[in-house]
């Protein structure tokens, strides 16, 4: 019994299924409303958005690292073109990356960030948000755990 629900979970894990849904938090900036899942531990930083098609275009993911730092992030495995906002411990927009699907090319904060928020590509841009921007919801979150260091 126990082999085969190993089995199952390793079948579930490899083929991108999610084994349980990330929590969801609730973030706005100026009139726009962004309805988060939020990755706040290791696993679902290193899971992500991975194996999606799409997503709803006030969805997002915000990642949480237990510690500011010069961030990186990448594509592997991440179908759909992505925007990814770095953002400081009080949810401060440092910079806009734009990420292509399926490539391991970093895209890094440019100065120390606490988060990274990732939304379809071009949504930051198409609501005139750019650096400095303040992303309300964010300044209370923690990351989960501290096996990132």
């Known amino acids: 019994m126990k082999s085969r629900l190993l ?3 390793l079948v579930a894990v490899a083929s ?6 990330f929590p969801h938090v609730e973030l706005s900036v ?3 409303r962004i309805d988060a899942e939020f990755a ?3 696993a679902a930083r290193a899971r992500g958005l991975m194996h999606r098609r799409e997503m709803a275009p006030q969805q997002g993911m915000l990642f949480a690292f237990p510690q500011d730092g010069r961030h990186c992030m990448w594509m592997r495995n991440t179908l759909i073109p ?3 906002a770095f953002l ?8 806009i990356e734009q990420m292509a699907p399926r ?4 895209h890094c904060a440019l100065a120390p960030a606490r988060f990274a928020l990732e939304m379809n590509q071009g949504w930051f841009a198409s609501r005139g948000l750019e650096r400095g921007a303040l992303i309300r919801g964010v300044a209370r979150l923690r990351a ?3 096996a990132y260091r």
């Open 40 to 42: 706040g531990d290791m």
């Open 88 to 95: 400081d411990a009080q949810g401060r927009i440092l910079n």
């Open 7 to 9: 089995a199952g979970l």
């Open 30 to 32: 100026g009139m726009h």
């Open 103 to 106: 490539t391991e090319d970093s």
């Open 82 to 84: 992505l925007s990814v």
């Open 144 to 146: 989960a755990d501290a």
């Open 16 to 21: 991108g299924m999610a084994l349980a849904d």
